[in-house]
C-alpha cells in the first residue's frame, strides 16, 4: 500500500502520446563509393575543395597556412595542410616554410638550363624547359620523405596520419611530406603474458614503433612487412609480418584476402579481426 503510493507520487504521465518510427531501411542502402578527384591546377579551386572536405570552418585543428614564394622573380601562390597535435612543427618550420620563404637565396635560383654540344665545327645551345614542379621537388624542399600525388583521396590519407601537404599554383599535383609527432606511450614492459628470458619489451599503440621492434628482434632480409588499412571509418593501418623464406604462400595470400575484406566500420584491437575471421 505504501509502495504503491510512492510509485503514484514519482510516476510522470506524460499529457499527450507521440508516435514516431525509424526507418531502418536506409541502414541497408549501399554506400556511394567516393569520386576520385585530382588535383587542379588552380590554387583557390584546391583551397575550397579542402577548406570543404575538412569542415575548416568548424574544424579547429585543421590548419591552412597561406603564403607565397618567389622563384625566377615570379610569385606563386601555396599553401600547406596539416592537422595540428599531429605534425612537428619545426620541422615545417625549418624544413618547409624556410627554404620556400627565402628570397634572393643561392638555393632558390635554378642552375643553367642551358647545354652546349659541337657537332662538325658548329656550336649548338639546346635550352631545356624549366619545369616548377620538379625544381621544387629537387631543390626546395630538404626532406627524405616526400611523394608527389595528385589524388585528393590519397592526399587526405596521409594529411589524416600525419603528413604535411604542399599545394602550389598551376601544379596539378601535391607533395606531401613526412613531419609525424603524434604522441604516446613510451614503451614499457608487457603487462600480461609476461615472460621471464624473453623480452620485456611490450607494443604499443604505435604502428611503425611495434614494426621497428619486429625488426630489431627478427634480424633477417626475408622479414617482409606489407602495410594496409582495415576500416571504412578509421582506416586502421595493420601490418602483416611473414618471413618470406619460410611462410606458405598460399596461407599468406589467404591471410591478407581475409584482412581487406573485412566489413567493419573501424578497427578497435587484434580481437576484432579474430572475432571476425577466426572463430
Excluded: H
Excluded at 577548406?51 to 591552412?64: A, C, E
Excluded at 629537387?138 to 616526400?146: A, G, K, V, Y
Excluded at 614503433?209 to 628482434?217: C, G, H, L, S
Excluded at 567493419?264 to 572475432?275: A, E, F, K, N, Q
Amino acid at each position: 500500500m505504501f509502495l504503491n503510493r510512492i510509485i503514484k507520487y514519482f510516476e510522470y504521465i506524460p499529457k499527450q502520446n507521440y508516435e514516431f518510427s525509424i526507418d531502418m531501411s536506409a541502414n541497408n542502402l549501399p554506400e556511394e563509393p567516393e569520386e576520385q578527384k585530382n588535383v587542379f591546377q588552380s590554387l583557390p579551386v584546391n583551397l575550397e575543395y579542402i577548406k570543404t572536405k575538412y569542415n575548416t570552418l568548424i574544424n579547429s585543428d585543421i590548419v591552412t597556412r597561406e603564403f607565397k614564394i618567389s622563384i625566377r622573380n615570379i610569385e606563386y601562390s601555396a599553401f600547406l595542410l596539416y592537422i595540428d597535435g599531429m605534425v612537428d612543427n619545426d620541422s615545417i618550420n625549418d624544413f618547409i616554410l624556410t627554404p620556400l620563404l627565402l628570397k634572393n637565396s643561392i638555393s632558390m635560383k635554378p642552375k643553367d638550363t642551358t647545354s652546349t654540344a659541337v657537332s662538325r665545327g658548329i656550336s649548338v645551345k639546346r635550352v631545356k624547359k624549366f619545369n616548377l614542379e620538379d625544381f621544387i621537388f629537387d631543390s626546395l624542399i630538404p626532406q627524405n620523405s616526400i611523394k608527389k600525388i595528385d589524388k585528393f583521396s590519397e592526399i587526405i590519407t596521409l594529411v589524416n596520419s600525419g603528413f604535411c601537404a604542399l599545394f602550389v599554383d598551376t601544379i596539378a599535383s601535391a607533395f606531401c611530406i613526412e613531419t609525424r609527432d603524434i604522441k604516446c606511450r613510451s614503451i614499457s614492459q608487457p603487462m600480461n603474458e609476461n615472460v621471464i628470458k624473453g623480452s620485456q619489451e611490450a607494443f604499443i599503440e604505435n604502428l611503425r614503433t611495434n614494426t621497428a621492434m619486429i625488426r630489431k628482434i627478427v634480424n633477417n632480409e626475408n622479414l617482409i612487412i606489407e602495410q594496409c588499412s582495415v576500416g571504412k571509418i578509421s582506416k586502421t593501418s595493420v601490418a602483416i609480418c611473414y618471413l618470406k623464406n619460410v611462410a606458405n604462400e598460399s596461407l599468406i595470400s589467404e591471410a591478407k584476402f581475409r584482412i581487406n575484406n573485412l566489413d567493419i566500420d573501424y578497427l578497435t584491437s587484434s580481437r576484432t579481426i579474430r572475432t571476425t575471421y577466426w572463430r
